[in-house]
């Protein structure tokens, strides 16, 4: 396998062949112990485009709604969650639904040895951390894509790390995020 469990955290490397349904996995069975059958599953990007490092959120959000019609992703490209607009969209959230399963994404910074790797788990994630931001915490799941190294002038860490790197790791959780999908719905 291409984990490892870290606490409650499992870890994969998205460079390996694997990867995709190896997160796939992970998320099925997160969501088929956690989630009830009456809790629809919203999928949360949180990130801007105006930051490459950040853009993971809205490329994730952009590739998933290209490819699985799940009408609940919140935060694309053309309609970015970030920082300015997270309570409101959460508010939107919770007026629309009632106690939703809320699979949440953003990029984070990390060791130099973890960049590339994808990480889940349970409970939520506070996103803005790394750049000392206060946001409410959110989710009931996270998904993390490591993009860089944090621990020091994390804005322009940010501001410089690898597209390439960004985009393979959106079209991975939007992969197996895709599966995942499919496979809780046709069952």
Do not use: W
């Not at 105006?50 to 919140?74: E, N, V, W």
């Not at 607009?85 to 910074?109: G, M, V």
Request: aromatic residues 4%; negative net charge.
């Amino acid at each position: 396998m291409t984990f490892e469990l870290s606490g409650t955290e499992l870890k994969f490397n998205s460079s390996k062949p694997d990867a995709l349904q190896e997160i796939s996995g992970g998320i099925g069975n997160i969501i088929h112990d956690m989630r009830t059958c009456q809790q629809e599953i919203i999928v949360l990007c949180i990130g801007t485009d105006r930051s490459t490092g950040d853009a993971l959120g809205p490329l994730t959000g952009s590739k998933l709604q290209s490819i699985q019609q799940h009408p609940f992703i919140y935060g694309t490209l053309d309609n970015p969650v970030h920082a300015t607009n997270l309570e409101e969209t959460l508010a939107a959230i919770n007026s629309a639904f009632t106690n939703p399963f809320i699979i949440a994404i953003d990029a984070c910074l990390g060791k130099l040895e973890n960049v590339g790797c994808i990480s889940i788990g349970v409970g939520p994630l506070k996103p803005g951390a790394a750049v000392n931001k206060s946001l409410p915490a959110v989710g009931d799941v996270y998904i993390t894509g490591i993009v860089n190294v944090g621990g020091f002038m994390e804005h322009l860490v940010l501001q410089s790390t690898r597209l390439n790197l960004v985009v393979r790791m959106s079209e991975i959780i939007a992969g197996s995020l895709a599966q995942t999908l499919r496979n809780t719905f046709n069952h």
